[in-house]
Structure formats: structure tokens, C-alpha cells
């Protein structure tokens, strides 16, 4: 008996985490409380420059964009960026090393530029629009 409930629990949690569909049905009441149903598509998957490829900037003292997620965990204790991209470790990651222009004389980072996405954003191809748009052509 154990066991058959071990195996239907995981397969019901298999099927739980299985993926997420293409469409789902959503249902929502109006102000009037009339029952409106909607089909809503799956989100977009963004894609990302190959890897080694630089973004081309578009004008001069422009951040360097970054052409992976830019998802990583920033605190006060840790900086997931310089994980990679720090002076030391950057030749051995095969990553772009921080500019000098973040560095104290001492060769050590400056921690004025800690937060890395302030001014470096994530470049990727969506296939949606961000934003929806209504106006005409």
C-alpha cells in the first residue's frame, strides 16, 4: 500500500511540474459580474546573443549591454556579477573583466558601482512586443 501511494504521488507530482501549456483558459467576471472568458498564450521566451558575441553599442560612453540573464542575486554581502566578471576571476570564467573606470587606484573594485544593473541592462531578442501598442500606423 506504501508503495502504490508513493508512486502516485509521484507521478502526480510529476505531472504538477510537468511544463507549461501553450494557452490557458481564464475566467473573470466583469463589473456587471457577467463571466468573460479569455484564452491567454504562454509568455515569451527572450533570447540571448551567442555566446562571445558583444553587443554593438550605440552610442559612445553607452554601458556595455549584457547579452545573458541579468538575474543574478546583487546584496550588500554579494555581488553576483563579480562572481565572473571581477579583475581575478574574469580570464579564467572567459568573461568580459570590469572596466577600469569601476576600480580604485588599488586595483580594487569601487564599491560606488556595486549595483551592476543600474546602469547594465539584459539584451535579448524577444519574440513578443514588451509593451502592446493600439495606436495606428
Known sequence: MKILLSVATLVLGLTAFGGQAETASVEVKSLRQA?????????AVPTYPSKGKAIE???IH????????DSY???????GCLTCHSTEKATKMK???VDKSH??????FNNEYYFCVQCHVAQADNK????GNNHSK
Request: charged letters at 25%.
Open 95 to 97: 568573461a568580459t573583466a
Open 35 to 43: 463571466e468573460v472568458s479569455t484564452t491567454l498564450s504562454a509568455d
Open 103 to 108: 576600480l580604485e587606484a588599488d586595483g580594487k
Open 57 to 59: 553599442r550605440t552610442f
Open 128 to 131: 513578443d512586443a514588451i509593451v
Open 73 to 79: 542575486s546583487i546584496t550588500t554581502k554579494k555581488n
Open 62 to 69: 553607452q554601458p556595455p549591454l549584457i547579452p545573458h540573464k
